[in-house]
Structures are given as structure tokens and as C-alpha cells.
């Protein structure tokens, strides 16, 4: 590898140990076996090199809590295929604890740091088509804007309260019964109200 990918496994090893907040420049270079001009040769900043990481251990993630071959058992966008999804992601929560935690640093560094909130903005989007396309079976490619904003905004949201839930207290956040109990009862819900609806005067 080059100096540019030892810098960025240097970083996301970094992340994982110390943090965003607590990660310096000499850490990464130590980790990474390649000197402070390269960081900003590659990257531009130390933020910019970490913000880079922190985006490639959640995109290592989506791909590991992603397709499996059981999901063709479960129709793209069935309360089965919701299920089975939240399971699998829960499932691999305690293992990307740390990317998680580091999530949360991210998030209020964006104000600080202009070019860390372009990066993640560009993140978010991408990570709501995975969403979508995870979950409705289909491919990213075939997803359009509104699509991704609306059905992707949706399940980002819920990924995020998540992962909120789950950091503060594993024992009492959300299980894959539970969101799909709650979704069962909102869909219960906002078909009982459009019945409603139909019958008033």
C-alpha cells in the first residue's frame, strides 16, 4: 500500500481505539507508519483523513449486516424482509460499537468543520439508497431521488434513533420484535384512520 491507504487504515484503527475528538495527527502517523505532510498531501486535514475513515468503517459494516442469501426467502419491502434486515444489523451492533460511538463525535464536529459536513452529507445520501435498496430488494441503481429521500430519509431515521437507543443502553433499546411490532401497529393505525375516512359524512 501507499502512503495514502496506510493513512487511512492508520486512521480507522485510530478511530476505533481513541475516537474521533481524542485522534491526533501524530497518532495517525504513528499507526500508519508515514509522516504528518502526508496527511495533508492525501487529505488535506486530519479531519478530512478521519471523516474519510469514519465513512469506510460504516460502509465495511453495511456490507457485512447487507445481503445474505436467506433475505430471498423474504419479498423485497415485506414486514418478513424488515425483520430479518434490523435482526442482522442489531445482531452486529456490539461489534461495531466503537464505529458507533465515533458517529456521535462526527455528528457534532459537522458544525466546526465545513468540509466534514460535505463528506458526511455525500455519506448520508449514499447510505439511504443501501438502506432502501437492503430492504425493498432492489438494486441502488434502479432507485430514484424521491425514493431514496422519502423511503431512504425513513429508514436512515430509524437506523440513527437506533443506534442512539443502543449506545446509551443495549439492554433496554429496540429489538428487531420490537420495530416490527410498532411497525405492524402504525400500519394498523393509519388504515384504521383512512377506513375512518371513507365512512364520515
Not at 463528506?119 to 432507485?143: C, F, K, N, P, V
Amino acid at each position: 500500500m501507499g502512503h495514502r491507504e496506510d493513512l487511512l487504515e492508520g486512521a480507522k484503527r485510530c478511530l476505533l481505539e481513541k475516537g474521533f475528538v481524542r485522534t491526533t495527527a501524530r497518532d495517525i502517523v504513528k499507526e500508519s507508519g508515514t509522516n504528518l505532510a502526508s496527511i495533508g498531501y492525501h487529505y488535506g486535514s486530519k479531519d478530512a483523513l478521519l471523516t474519510q475513515a469514519f465513512v469506510e468503517l460504516v460502509q465495511e459494516w453495511g456490507e457485512k449486516s447487507g445481503h445474505h442469501p436467506e433475505q430471498e426467502d423474504t419479498p423485497g419491502g415485506s414486514v418478513e424482509r424488515f425483520h430479518s434486515v434490523w435482526a442482522r444489523m442489531l445482531d452486529s451492533f456490539e461489534e461495531y460499537r466503537p464505529v458507533w460511538a465515533a458517529s456521535m463525535e462526527v455528528v457534532t464536529q459537522g458544525e466546526r468543520v465545513p468540509e466534514l459536513r460535505e463528506l458526511m452529507a455525500h455519506a448520508q445520501t449514499e447510505g439511504r439508497a443501501g438502506l432502501t435498496a437492503m430492504l425493498l430488494g432492489l438494486d441502488e441503481e434502479s432507485l430514484d431521488e424521491r425514493t431514496v429521500k422519502s423511503v431512504g430519509g425513513f429508514y436512515q431515521a430509524l437506523l440513527n434513533g437506533l443506534m442512539v437507543q443502543w449506545l446509551f443502553d443495549p439492554v433496554s433499546a429496540s429489538t428487531a420484535d420490537d420495530l416490527t411490532e410498532g411497525l405492524r401497529r402504525v400500519i394498523e393505525a393509519a388504515g384504521a384512520a383512512r377506513r375512518d375516512d371513507a365512512v364520515s359524512p
